[in-house]
């Protein structure tokens, strides 16, 4: 730590994962952090969060660990499985990463662990305070998600297109809690289940579909429409979705990672710089590495423009890679007819010979280290 941001004011626009965690890690090292967020209460959406190690290692250096911990599961493992219920390959997390910390978490207590420790640190978060255009101050993040107004500022309008899939996102109660991710791959459709700490288990099922659907994430559907479209999944399958009791679906959107992300006075991080797919489930990681960044760009000396410069060429390759990664995977789920079945012998065979090689290829996300990259 340097002392450069000792006291300087910062705003934040936007309470979630991106803009509290750099309110932490701007308040760390000592400016003088306010939190502008648009609800009225932090009431977090029901849904669930795996936390890879590359986001782990800066929420750990946040010296959050423990109450992480104290409100998680360890994730151990991958399972991708076809519809029948039937293993394609486990991939070992905890075997191939054996150092490292993924995290099965509720979204709702991640918040917690956030709010609880940026208030404790001296930060400033004004709920109910919707903000239309960048108000002035010195410096100012935008962390206002999806549709965020500091990123229009910045970059102008920009059209997302829709994606043909639909999402639907439940979590059910459920005693089960092997600390294992599933992931049952049909043809045109998914469906991705992990138990979340105390009881929980999340689940989002992905169908690819003409019907256009809003990309807003609070709208409920009946839970018949998701027992509909997975009826043919088997194993435990029928059982999750049977105690399905509300739901809520939205329409995936492809966003291209923004052109702009400062101006030397406004940043942008999070899903308001590179909204991404979840099908590497790494948007809210990406929004935590990018807040540890920002705030380590910041802190190496007064002249501003430069560290928002250094900031936005550490950021963004790293980013546009990981969307382009999901980008992919959604297509790699959905496989149908000869090109999913050799794609599924080419896994078996793979996770028999050699399962560390299939993980290997992810080495580059969940291997790197933000807090050993500090500029
Ligand atoms: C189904 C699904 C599963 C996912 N799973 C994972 C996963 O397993 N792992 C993972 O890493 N990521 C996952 N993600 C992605 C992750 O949820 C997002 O990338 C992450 O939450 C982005 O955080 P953010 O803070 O940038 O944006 P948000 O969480 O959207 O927060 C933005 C905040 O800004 C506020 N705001 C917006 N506009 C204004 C305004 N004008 N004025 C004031 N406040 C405003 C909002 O109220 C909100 O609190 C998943 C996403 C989905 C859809």
Redesign the pocket.
Known sequence: MTGALQSRPVGI???????LTAALALRRRGADVTV????PVIAEVG?????SPN?MRVLDALGLGAAIDAMSLPGRGVRLRDPSGAEVVRLDLARHYPEARFRLIH?ARLIEVLVQAARMAGVRIELG????SPPDGPLLIG???????IRMALNGREVPFFTGQS?W?AVIADDDQTPEAHVFMGPGRHLVSYPLAGGLRNI?AVLETRDWQDED?SRPDDPANLRAAFADFRGPVPDWLARVGECHVWGLFRHEVAHRWQDGRIAI????AHP?L?FM?????M?VEDAWTLAACLDTGPDQGTALARYESLRRPRTARIVAAANDNARNYHLTGPKRLLAHTALRLGGRVAPGAILSRFDWIYDFDPVAETP
Not at 47 to 51: I, M, S, T, V
Not at 129 to 132: A, C, Q
Not at 143 to 149: E, F, N, P, V
């Open positions: 626009v936007g309470g979630g994962v991106a803009g502008l967020e648009r609800a849904a669930g969060l795996q936390l986001a979204r305070r919707e903000v239309e962390a206002d998600g999806l549709h965020s107004r999402a996102r989002v994430w991080l999070g899903d308001a991404t979840p489930a790494q948007g809210a990681c929004a």
